[in-house]
């Protein structure tokens, strides 16, 4: 199985910046594709960005598009996502998710951004 371990959250100001992390605990990290999905409470859950497995290609939401960036570092068996000028909406729990076909089969426990106004 594969585990995932998100990290970064917190507390920032609209308009700030805050960088997740997504540990994964598996051999064959490379294998598999990645994604940020998240869930504000009452909201369903969005995927929010894609990134490949070799990292060479992304996708986002057009909610975030020009704002987050998902990066991976394949040697450190990490995926990442930076996300900057955050909005108040952007507040939810973030989740790690992994895949090796057209699934997310895994999924971290999320960690929580919240953005004050």
């Known amino acids: 199985q594969v585990q995932l371990v998100e990290s970064g959250g917190g507390l920032v100001q609209a308009g700030g910046s805050l960088r997740l992390s997504c540990a994964a605990s598996v051999r064959t990290f490379s294998m598999y594709r990645m994604s940020w999905f998240r869930q504000a409470p009452g909201k369903e859950r969005d995927l929010v960005a894609y990134i490949s497995r070799s990292g060479g290609s992304t996708s986002y939401a057009d909610s975030v598009k020009g704002r987050f960036t998902a990066s991976r570092d394949n040697a450190k068996n990490t995926v990442y996502l930076q996300m900057n000028s955050l909005k108040p909406e952007d507040t939810a729990v973030y989740f790690c998710?992994?895949?090796?076909?057209?699934?997310?089969?895994?999924w971290g426990q999320g960690t929580q951004v919240t953005v004050s106004s």
């Open positions: 998710t992994a895949g090796r076909l057209n699934n997310w089969d895994y």
